[in-house]
C-alpha cells in the first residue's frame, strides 16, 4: 500500500512558476514508477510527466516539454515537478500517482496509487 499526497499548487501569473511534491508514504518508493497527471474542468485526466524508479528515463507529454522537470528523491520518498514559463491552459488540478512498474508509465489505467490532487491556477 502506498499513500501519496501532493502539495505546493496555488494561484501564479502567466510565465511564473511553481514547484509540486508529492510525497508517498512506505518504505517500498523506490520501486515504483511515478508520473504526474492533471484534470482540467469538464475534461478527461491527462499524462503529464512520468520517471522511472532510478529516476534514470523521464518522458513528457509535447505540451510541457521544455517548461516541466520532473525528478524523484528515493531517500525522501518523494517526487517533485517544477513547473516554468506556467500558461492559463495549465490551469488544472494535478495528480502524482505510482505504478509498480521499472519503466516508463503513461497509461492511467496502469498506475495503482493516486494523491488527492492540488489545484494549479494561472491566470492570464
Known amino acids: 500500500q502506498v499513500q501519496l499526497v501532493e502539495s505546493g499548487g496555488g494561484l501564479v501569473q502567466a510565465g511564473g512558476s511553481l514547484r509540486l511534491s508529492c510525497a508517498a508514504s512506505?518504505?517500498?518508493?523506490?520501486?515504483?514508477?511515478m508520473g504526474w497527471f492533471r484534470q482540467a474542468p469538464g475534461k478527461e485526466r491527462e499524462f503529464v510527466a512520468a520517471?522511472?524508479?532510478?529516476?534514470?528515463?523521464?518522458y513528457y507529454v509535447d505540451s510541457v516539454k521544455g517548461r516541466f522537470d520532473i525528478s524523484r528523491d528515493n531517500a525522501k520518498n518523494t517526487v517533485y515537478l517544477q513547473m516554468n514559463s506556467l500558461k492559463p491552459e495549465d490551469t488544472a488540478v494535478y495528480y502524482c500517482a505510482a505504478a509498480r512498474y521499472l519503466g516508463i508509465v503513461v497509461r492511467t489505467t496502469s498506475y495503482e496509487y493516486w494523491g488527492q490532487g492540488t489545484q494549479v491556477t494561472v491566470s492570464s
Open positions: 512506505g518504505r517500498t518508493f523506490s520501486r515504483y514508477a
Open positions: 520517471i522511472t524508479v532510478s529516476g534514470g528515463s523521464i
